[in-house]
């Protein structure tokens, strides 16, 4: 595992979902500040994190974002801290913090239930730079 993961921000995502995969992607093209890891809720890793909130370990449809020692977001608002700590342009989803996290989360959940649907089941295959930023213990 890679030594500086608790000095990152981790995404845990659903491993077997095209849709997952497809943003895991969007976000390793655009993380210039190498401020992301990854870890799919399926990995050993991604158990461990859940079990340790008491959160569900079966069903993977949320997204969650974690600083170690320091907090983690589940779907809409762990969506605009992403795009905030992209930078840039990806700032502008800010102004999804005016809105209550419910009302974000209406429209994730929305997605959520039709991720599958939405996309077919494609095989993400990180290059030799990108597998460095996957945890999978």
Not at 36 to 55: D, I, N, P
Request: proline residues 2%.
């Amino acid at each position: 595992m890679q030594e500086d993961w608790k000095n990152k921000h981790i995404v845990f995502f659903d491993g077997e979902c095209g849709v997952c995969n497809f943003w895991v992607q969007w976000i390793l093209e655009r993380d210039k500040k190498d401020a992301f890891l990854f870890a799919s809720l399926q990995s050993g890793f991604g158990q461990k994190f859940l079990s340790e909130r008491g959160l569900e370990t079966k069903v993977f449809n949320t997204l969650y974002l974690w600083k170690p020692d320091q907090y983690y977001l589940v779907k809409s608002r762990a969506v605009i801290q992403i795009a905030n700590l992209l930078g840039g342009i990806y700032t502008l989803l800010n102004i999804g913090k005016i809105l209550p996290a419910f009302t974000g989360d209406v429209f994730y959940d929305m997605v959520s239930r039709n991720r599958m649907k939405l996309s077919a089941q494609k095989c993400f295959l990180p290059d030799q730079h990108q597998k460095k930023k996957f945890i999978e213990v």
